[in-house]
């Protein structure tokens, strides 16, 4: 053998273009697989990231096999370069026999060779073996020794049944034929393993293993898919069970899965029925867009909205609708999201705004004002009746404490605690309250407890009600039964006064006819005189006090307002009052009722003198009387201070007056503008220039108003 045969050291020949060239491509090559890896993990990364049970993981998988696939080959093509190299030697050398440290070299390489590929493939995290068609194992990976808790030795050359409890026999057999026709196969596989609890899923791909083109054996790269098979059972599970209809759409609103309760909630008999809609089968209206799409749209972002679907039996259903968008490269692919029926909750709430519509109306509507108060003495409701009684808002005492409100009345207080405290089950008391325009009004509140669901105490119910007009009333009574009591007195005294004063008549015209002195004679027509002005008082009074005669006759109003100023003379006098009268004895007389007429003049002459004492130390009441085509009038007139302009429109209503509290009760001049209307007249008011009020009464003439058909 020639010496150089045995140089180890040889330096390697330059290689040549094809050699060089054919490099080339092989990093090429495997470059260009390294960049289609990354390329793949990049574009279904944001797909899967958001998929459950770590789909996630399946590029980044894909890329580390790339690059360990790239540095496996590498390594591999410069062991093959080698190897071609030795074997160039070895046929340069045709017919020489090899040195021993060639074939130490070659042997090395070789098991180098195969010792790399050993790691290669006990990296892998998927399992990897070889298999006889008779079921021996020839190799495996570290992943199967890990699977089966079995050491390697005590693998190979044993049958994989040994192994396993599932029966694959029966399986296999069936689908061997196909297998040596097509020498692959791929698809799940079910296994129980005998050290195992429970069966385990594996994802397989099978390749032949070929000798002189024959299949003698298969190799098996296997992934346990055992998770993720049992989350997507969980999510089928809790797919097919929700309450809540699930489903997948296309953009265009096609739906391309749903849950058997939306198949339920929309009244179908089953999914396929309910996936054959066109894109606007769900609409209740045609002309619209499909309810469940978003064409156009390029947002994959969360959507919650309300929306009405049409059932089968053609019925509405309200439901909300959560929707997400599926992104495949930068676009919209479908639309998952849920839809909740509400149906029945709307018309609940419907029929509680209705309630609470109703008892809102209710309450506005009840005559009373409703107050409700906290244990904790806050109003926590007001009804708007309060405007009406006390001229503002609601607002002004909600959120409130019942001490904190300005002017508020200590017997309101007093109500509340009795029965917050438990003293009284239901109370009530009567307070002071002030109007918003100044004015007091005379209340009646009444209390019980409010209580809650549990009947425990909660707070306060007052009910309130404005007692200003009844009190008022019930004075006017006390009043008119006062003054009939008077009447009766008046006409009994008046009557034991005439006795008497026609005693001193007589006796004063006989004692005159009898005395011839000028000084008694002009005495005694004093004293005649006075008694005669007595007689005439008592004779008005008596006038006054006679209960009315059924039905009206012809009045002198001249002669009707000289009585009553007969009434009152005294009182004027004492206020330094005086009366400007004057006559008209050519007014035609008026059909009425004398008393009800005086009543009305009298209650004039009383105001004129109250208003007037009120301003000054004296004054002057002017009464003139006159007459027009169809009727006559008397104005009253006094120097007072006058009526002011806001006061004015309401001066003859019920109930209103200027004077101080206890003075009047406002129900005057409203008799008088009623017994005026009742006799076909009517009564104005009005402020003079120079100053004070001017009262002006119109009476219909004898014949000319109502009364003459009385």
Known sequence: MPEQGNTPNRPEPAPSQLEREENQLWRWALGLLVLLATAVAVLSWEQLKNLPYRLWAIPVGLLILAVLFAVYAFGRRREVGELKYLLKNLQDRAGVMPSDQQLDQLTQMIARSQ?????????????????????????????????LGVPYSDIVGHKLEEFLSTDLRAESEASLSRFLEKRHWAGVVEIQLKSGTRPSYYDCVVNAIIKSDEVVGASVLARDITEQREKERRFTQLFETLQEGVYFATPEGSLLDVNPALVKMLGYRSKEELLSLPPAGLNVEADTEPVLGRTGSQSGSTRTREIRVKRKDGSVAVCVDTSTGVMDAGRIVRYQGTLVDVTEKRAMERQLRRQEEFRRHLLESFPDLILV???????TFVSSRIRDLLGYGPELLLGKKIEEVEENSPELVTLYRSVANGQNSLASSEYGARHQDGNWRTMLG?????????????????????????KKLEQQVIQSERLAAMGQMIGGFAHELNNPLTGILGMTELLQESETSEANRKQLGTLQQQARRAAEIVQNLQYFARPPAPGRSPVNLSELIQRTLHLQAYPLRKSNITVDFLQEPALPPVMADPNQLMQVFLNLILNADQAIREGRDKGTIRIRL???????????????????????????DPFFTTKRPGR?????LSICKTLLREHGGNIEAATAQGGGAVFTITLPVTGAGPGAAK
């Open 115 to 147: 010792r790399n590929f050993k790691e290669l493939i006990d990296s892998l995290d998927d399992a990897a073996l070889a298999i006889s068609l008779d079921g021996t194992l020839r190799t495996v990976n570290r992943r199967v020794t890990e699977v």
């Open 373 to 379: 108060l906290d244990l904790k003495e806050s109003y």
């Open 446 to 470: 009444t209390a019980s407890p409010l209580l809650d669901t549990e009947g425990k105490p909660a707070g306060v119910i007052i009910s309130v009600r404005d007692v200003t007009m009844e």
């Open 626 to 652: 006159g007459r027009n085509p169809d009727s006559v009038w008397v104005m009253f007139q006094d120097d007072g201070p006058g009526i002011a302009p806001e006061v004015l429109p309401h001066i003859f």
């Open 664 to 668: 009047g009760t406002g129900l005057g």
